[in-house]
């Protein structure tokens, strides 16, 4: 029987089980369509993303198998699954070593079947993206000292560099120069931030201190990673660490 990760738990944390084999859900690319008179055929216009992804999970769950009576094991699965709002990290045992980010979109009524049986179907709405464990991996730079990230999925990815300030005590400003497969980044740590996140996935270079404040550095994007290898140099640092996680992913 198959499994499934959300909001902290298994679900057979609840003694739960998927009851239906999924389908394999497949994005679609966002295109809109622009008619022009006297002309056949619609043009296309790409806007540049996929879209997200409807599924569904019929699950079951068996008391005994969690220790809880019924009555009280749905008020255990519905306090998981109503408290656990927004994005949350999904993955099950149908796409092993890989998650997403999916909320809740709908869930049917919890039906008990028998005295020991629990039925119900949820209804999720996922980000396009299943991201492999490998990709979060995080990767340390030395000055001068060329590093390769091997892409091996079949999709270019949106790395995450992380810029760790040094010397925040001084209130100087951290830099640094990195080349990524031949194009330069001029970083940066605003002095008196802990440090920089320029994240690829979200288009946002953000600047964070330890209690909590915030600041946007600048308009900052870094380069896709390609399929393959990728060559990375740190060229120049000042008061900075540098490390990348580079987001391995798969439609």
Known sequence: MHNFYF???WL???????????????????????????????ILLDNGRWQNVDFEREICFLPYLSE???????????????????????KDTYNPGYFTEAYISNIDDIVRELPSLLTT??????????????????????VNKPIVLHNPEKYESLPTIVITNTN???????????????EQLNLKCTGGYDYAVL????LQYIAYKSDGTTNFVDSTIPPNLKVGDNQIVAM??????LSIKPNWRRL
Do not use: M
């Open 12 to 42: 057979s944390y609840f003694g739960g089980r998927i009851t239906k084999a999924p389908q394999h859900e497949i994005p679609v690319r966002d295109v809109s369509t622009v008619e022009i008179p006297y002309r056949d055929g619609d």
């Open 236 to 241: 120049a640092c000042k008061n900075t660490l």
């Open 68 to 90: 809880l009576s019924a009555k009280h094991l749905a008020r255990a699965v519905i306090e998981w699954l109503t408290l656990n709002r927004d994005y949350q990290k999904y």
């Open 121 to 142: 179907k949820i209804k999720f709405n996922r980000k396009p993206w299943w991201y492999s464990e490998l990709g979060q991996q995080t990767i340390d730079f030395e």
């Open 199 to 202: 994240d690829g996935e979200t």
């Open 168 to 182: 925040v005590s001084g209130n100087t400003t951290a830099t640094a120069k990195v080349n990524i497969n031949g």
């Open 7 to 9: 909001g902290g738990k």
